[in-house]
């Protein structure tokens, strides 16, 4: 049996299925991941994008700002993989989206945001440390093209930063509860894009798999995790997501058509 199919069958009885995603979701819509072959991290220190550092240190944050300015995330369209994850929303079979990506890509394909949890936040938005102000970001990347290169809060002065969780900062509790109740509900994982290796998040998939459940695991390239799944697609979500969704779908029809009988 083809990998495609092996994933299906092992999704087949589940109906309450938890995404979890990773930024190897969104390299086809041109965002690079940081862990893959093209990852940031080939470029960049991780070592220079700490909390400690962002708050410390004005040189860091205008290197962030500038990024983020020439990042191509505020671009991106959603491409058939987030789709398809919308799709298993639609025909019943999702219970939740987890994700670590920060681009909002789920919700822009349609998930809607009961469905989605950030765990590390969403860089449309960005926060004052000082005040919690919230505002667009694309607001402030306008301040940063135009010459600020650390823009400030306008009402108190503070520092400004990405609503994103950044190494060392603590996760937002609100979505850390969501996980929790949703990794507790859930029959099945089905984790796509990730290297599973950022902790806490990981331990969300951990432990649908503890509680007796498959994993199916969506990837190019082997994760941290590749011992606990059940079956492994090795390719491009884009690809593969489809075709599974579409089996998925396939196989709750007859059962449709038999209980309107
Ligand atoms: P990661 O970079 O550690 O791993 C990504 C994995 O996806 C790699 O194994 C890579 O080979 C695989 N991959 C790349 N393209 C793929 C494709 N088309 N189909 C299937 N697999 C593909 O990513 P991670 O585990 O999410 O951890 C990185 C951290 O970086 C996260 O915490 C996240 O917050 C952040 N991040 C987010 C974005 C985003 O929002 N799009 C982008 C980069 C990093």
């Known amino acids: 049996m083809d990998p495609v199919s092996s994933a299906a069958q092992a999704l087949a009885g589940c109906r309450r ?10 390299t086809e819509s041109g ?12 470029k960049v220190d991780p070592e220079e994008f700490t909390y400690s550092r962002y708050l410390e240190s004005s ?3 205008r290197t962030s700002w500038r990024m983020r300015a020439e990042s191509r995330v505020f671009e991106a369209e959603p491409n058939p993989a987030h789709r398809a994850i919308v799709d298993l929303w639609g025909i019943g079979r999702l ?32 926060v004052c440390i000082a005040c919690g102000d ?25 520092i400004l930063k990405a609503a994103v969780v950044f190494f060392g900062e603590a996760m ?68 593969i997501l489809p075709m599974l969704v579409a089996e998925l779908a396939g196989r709750l029809l007859p059962r449709r058509r038999r209980r309107t009988k």
């Open 31 to 42: 965002i690079p991941d940081f862990r893959g072959p093209e990852g940031l991290w080939t």
């Open 172 to 239: 937002p509790r609100e979505e850390l509860m969501r996980a929790a109740l949703a990794t507790s509900e859930a029959d099945a994982v089905l984790a796509v894009g990730s290297t599973l290796s950022v902790f806490p998040a990981a331990s969300f998939p951990i432990e649908v798999v503890e509680g007796g459940h498959p994993m199916v695991i969506v990837n190019r390239g082997p994760t941290e995790l590749d011992d606990l799944a059940t079956v492994i697609v090795d390719g491009a979500a884009g690809e």
């Open 17 to 26: 299925i938890l995404a979890f995603t990773g930024a190897g979701i969104s």
């Open 134 to 158: 919230r505002q667009a970001t694309a607001s402030v990347i306008e301040r940063v093209v135009s010459g600020e290169s650390d823009p400030t809060c306008r009402d108190c002065g503070g």
């Open 95 to 126: 219970l939740a989206c987890i994700t670590q990506n920060i681009d909002g890509l789920h919700q822009r394909a349609g998930l809607p945001d009961e469905a989605v949890i950030e765990l590390h936040g969403n860089a449309r938005e960005t």
């Open 59 to 61: 040189e860091t944050r």
